[in-house]
Each structure stands twice: as structure tokens, then as C-alpha cells.
């Protein structure tokens, strides 16, 4: 396993995963949702994981980020073998190297824009000043200068998602995975968000991964991956300006 490993670090992936199965019981029934999935991603691959519904997309996602645990298989993030960590180990693992983006956006909303995006840096020990800097220049990269005070409740579900990509990115993680983010916004904000996310991608080799049926994701995206019945049946790699 070590050899993989460094094979891994030297050629800059940043998921790599061997034979990832994944079954949930429901009731007396099993349900086989990943049936064996091996997959690559690069530093700075721009990614979308696409399939009809019960295709496994999103379980995959939540494999390759250790929100769940594989049934069988392996998968390494950033060159560590994150399906041996321990529960406290990959919690830390998590918040140090992957930033999440959901559907439902999951900002706090007791906290105002400013303390939604510096949570993660908080929880990592970052100084108060660093934050502010860093909230600050995130704010204006993803067109909300100015918005620091604001609460979740008095901004637009697109501002919301903005707030949610830009705590995702704030503290500089390895891997950011986006389960299907476009799901809530119209398409004029959708394609807003996308244009916004691949341009973030370009300017800082960034790695985004995305779980998707939007086709405006699938068009963003430099490769695709697709699922059917949890196995990856073929992909597709696209140039974009």
C-alpha cells in the first residue's frame, strides 16, 4: 500500500481510489449503491460525476470525502489512506483538506456572512487577523464585497451559495467537493456560480469535483465521469478557454 501511496504524491492525484464498494440495509434489503469504482483525480481537475438517479453518484461523493465508509475497497485523499483513519483522525483530515458545497447551502444562520466563511479557520486555529484578510479577498472574488454583516436570512438563495463557495475555498483546502450546487438557483445564478467556480479553478489550480445532473455543470466541466448502477462506465475529457 505505501508504494501506492507515493505513486500517488508523485503524480499529484488528488483522490485516488482501488475497488470502492458501498451497501446500505434497507429493512431485510441491501442495497449495492458503489459496486466497485476505481478512479483518479488530478491537482486541478475541474470534475463533474454525473448518472441518472441511484446511479451512486452522491455516495461515491460522500466515499471519496469520508463522510462515509467504503464496504470494501480503498481510498486515499492528498496522499493519505483515508479509509484506515479513525473517526477523530478523519474528522481532521476533512476539515484541513476538503471544503464542501451543498444543495441546501448548510450556512448557520445565527452567524452573519463574515462568521459563516471564517467557521472552518476558526476550528483550525487561523488568527483573527488572517481571517478578516482572508474573508475579506473571498468575499470580493465571488462578488460579495461588502457583505460581511449580512445574515444568511437577508440575502438571495444565490448570495447564500456564494457565501456557501467561498467558506468551501477561505481556508485553502486540497479538494472541493460540490454536491449538486446548482440544484436550488435559476439558471441565470447557476451559470453565474459556474463561470465564477471555473475561473476560481483556472486562478488557483484549485480541484473541484462535482456530483450532477445539471447539464450546465456537465458543459462546465473539463471531465466527466459517468456512473450507471454504481460502476464507471465511461468518462469524457473536454478543452475549455
Known amino acids: 500500500m505505501e508504494a501506492k501511496e507515493n505513486t500517488m504524491s508523485e503524480q499529484k492525484q488528488i483522490v485516488l481510489t482501488r475497488g470502492v464498494k458501498k451497501d446500505y440495509r434497507r429493512d431485510s434489503v441491501v442495497v449495492h449503491a458503489v459496486q466497485g469504482i476505481d478512479l483518479a483525480i488530478e491537482k486541478g481537475e475541474f470534475t463533474a460525476i454525473v448518472g441518472p438517479s441511484g446511479s451512486g453518484k452522491t455516495t461515491f461523493l460522500n466515499v471519496i470525502s469520508g463522510l462515509d465508509t467504503p464496504t470494501e475497497g480503498d481510498v486515499w485523499l492528498n496522499g493519505e489512506h483515508i479509509s484506515r483513519m479513525s473517526g477523530n483522525e478523519l474528522s481532521d483530515f476533512r476539515r484541513d483538506n476538503i471544503g464542501f458545497i451543498f444543495q441546501a447551502y448548510n450556512l448557520i444562520p ?19 487577523q488572517e481571517r478578516h484578510r482572508r474573508v475579506s479577498a473571498i468575499l470580493r472574488d465571488v462578488g460579495l464585497e461588502g457583505f460581511n454583516d449580512r445574515f444568511p436570512k437577508a440575502i438571495s438563495g444565490g448570495q447564500q451559495q456564494r457565501v456557501a463557495i467561498a467558506r468551501a475555498m477561505v481556508s485553502r483546502p486540497a479538494l ?45 466541466a473539463r471531465r466527466v465521469v459517468v456512473l450507471e448502477d454504481g460502476v464507471n462506465v465511461r468518462e469524457e475529457i473536454r478543452e475549455h478557454e
Do not use: C, W
Not at 110 to 128: H, I, S
Open 110 to 128: 445565527v452567524l452573519n456572512v463574515e462568521e459563516n466563511v471564517e467557521y472552518v479557520m476558526m476550528l483550525q486555529g487561523v488568527p483573527g
Open 176 to 220: 472541493v467537493l460540490a454536491d449538486e450546487p446548482t440544484a436550488n438557483l435559476d439558471s441565470k445564478t447557476s451559470e453565474s456560480l459556474l463561470d465564477m467556480m471555473r475561473k476560481l479553478n483556472r486562478d488557483t489550480g484549485m480541484t473541484f469535483v462535482f456530483s450532477t445532473h445539471d447539464q450546465r455543470v456537465i458543459d462546465k
